[in-house]
């Protein structure tokens, strides 16, 4: 059977990915930041997953105004990497796990939860910054990757609590899946930023550390904390962070904290990665 | 008519809602076509002709040919649609944000160096008025 070993809240600052593309890791601006990656890469790799459910937003990218899925779930072989608007990320194409996907894409709706299925989209810097930050720059991927797409961007966002259904609906479905698989799942975004407005770049490590510590803590309370909340506390784009609870869902409720690292700034955003591991996956 | 929102008195912050959604629809789907490469070259060789293509409004128009990112979002744009004609001129986010905000690139760049914009006095628009 399928199983989720792990999952992995991870940051997806564009400019981290460009960082590492141009390569300037090393640089002091970005050494503190990247330093904080390196055990982390060592723990996925010791996870062997085999598949990544990835939950991200899109950017303007693959997908534009015309047609806003509130969740969407990309059940292709292949995902060409976007141009953002100065050219593709130099990073391997991302292979999907077709099967697992309409698996889950099956199981879901009729679950309840309707979710909008592409055939054919391309992946921006919200799927490949969290693959480059947790495996480096390997030639090829090193697992199946299926991309799960929230909206974040036209409000309102789905709740926090929805999402945590959301997640506990894809456990559901993973565990129902009869092939041998370790799939670990990301949830990205985040943590305290503003990118527009006369407040850009509002910072809230207080929000951010309590949000952490909640994960494990407390991670029901955590799905209360209202859109407005979030943007007055974390600024307008935190509300990424509602996107956590999709990764969160899908952890036992007793997941434990492996790795944690947080750093100021990566551009205008409070940056952040942390495993969660499921110890009865163990 | 204009529904109020409990948002509204975050301060200089402008959440992409229904109203900005509706009003910035062309404004934001002509940003969408500059993820073309082709589309970028046009844009570049002749502005005001490429915007031809585009159902603007006036004020909406003036803020895109005189780069004004603030106002943009005034008018309905949203960031991450906006930014791609900033990515354009080749410009990041943060040199968008710093001009968002006001301030000289090196003083924003500092600010984020030293922990960011603090939320202290920033998260109702009273206080934030009361502040300055």
């Known amino acids: 059977m399928a199983k989720i ?87 391997p194409v991302v292979y999907g796990h077709p099967q697992l996907a309409w698996h889950l894409a099956e199981s879901l709706i009729l679950d309840e939860f309707d979710m909008t299925i592409a055939n054919e989209m391309t992946v921006d810097h919200g799927l490949t910054v969290p693959l480059s930050v947790t495996t480096g720059q390997p030639a090829e991927w090193p697992f199946k990757v299926i991309p799960l797409c929230v909206n974040v961007v ?42 527009q407005g006369e407040r850009a770049g509002l910072i809230n490590r207080k929000f951010d550390t309590d949000f952490l510590d909640n994960l494990t803590k407390d991670p029901i ?62 | 008519m204009t529904q109020s929102n409990d948002y509204d008195n975050i301060p200089g912050t402008y959440v992409y809602n229904a109203e900005r959604g509706r009003i910035g629809y062309a404004l934001n789907m002509f940003c ?45 744009g949203n960031i991450y649609y906006t930014i791609k004609i900033a990515f354009c001129d080749g410009l990041t986010f943060q040199d968008v944000a710093g001009m968002m905000s006001g301030v000289p690139k090196d003083t924003y760049v500092q600010m984020m160096l030293a922990g960011g914009r603090s939320v202290e006095g920033n998260r109702f628009k009273d206080a934030a008025k009361a502040a300055e």
């Open chain 1, 221 to 282: 309370g955590l799905t209360k904390i209202s859109h407005t909340e979030y943007m007055r506390e974390a600024g307008s784009e935190g509300v990424e962070m509602v996107m956590w609870h999709v990764m969160r869902g899908a952890l036992d409720l007793d997941a434990v904290e492996v790795y944690r690292h947080y750093h100021v700034p990566a551009s205008n955003t409070a940056a952040a990665l942390m495993i969660l591991e499921n110890r009865s996956a163990a």
């Open chain 1, 154 to 195: 036209q409000y309102p966002p789905p709740t926090g609590a929805r999402c945590f259904k959301l997640g506990q609906a894809i456990r559901r479905a993973v565990d129902s899946f009869p092939e041998d698989l370790r799939v670990i799942i990301y949830g990205t975004g985040g943590m305290s930023h503003q990118l």
């Open chain 1, 5 to 91: 070993v792990a999952g992995i809240a991870c940051s997806h600052v564009p400019a981290i990915g460009v960082a590492m593309d141009k390569g300037q890791t090393g640089t002091p601006y970005w050494e503190p930041l990247f330093k904080g990656y390196g055990p982390a890469r060592e723990l996925v790799a010791k996870l062997k997953p085999d598949v990544a459910i990835v939950v991200y937003n899109d950017h303007a990218n693959a997908f534009s105004l015309e047609i806003i899925p509130t969740f969407l779930i990309g059940v292709a072989d292949k995902f060409p990497i976007a141009d953002e608007g100065f050219g593709a990320r130099p990073v």
């Open chain 2, 32 to 76: 969408m076509s500059l993820n073309k490469a082709e589309n970028r070259q046009s844009f570049k060789e002749n502005e005001p002709a490429y915007l031809d293509k585009f159902t603007l409004t006036p004020e909406q128009r003036r803020t895109v040919l005189a780069r004004d990112w603030l106002g943009m979002l005034k008018v309905g």
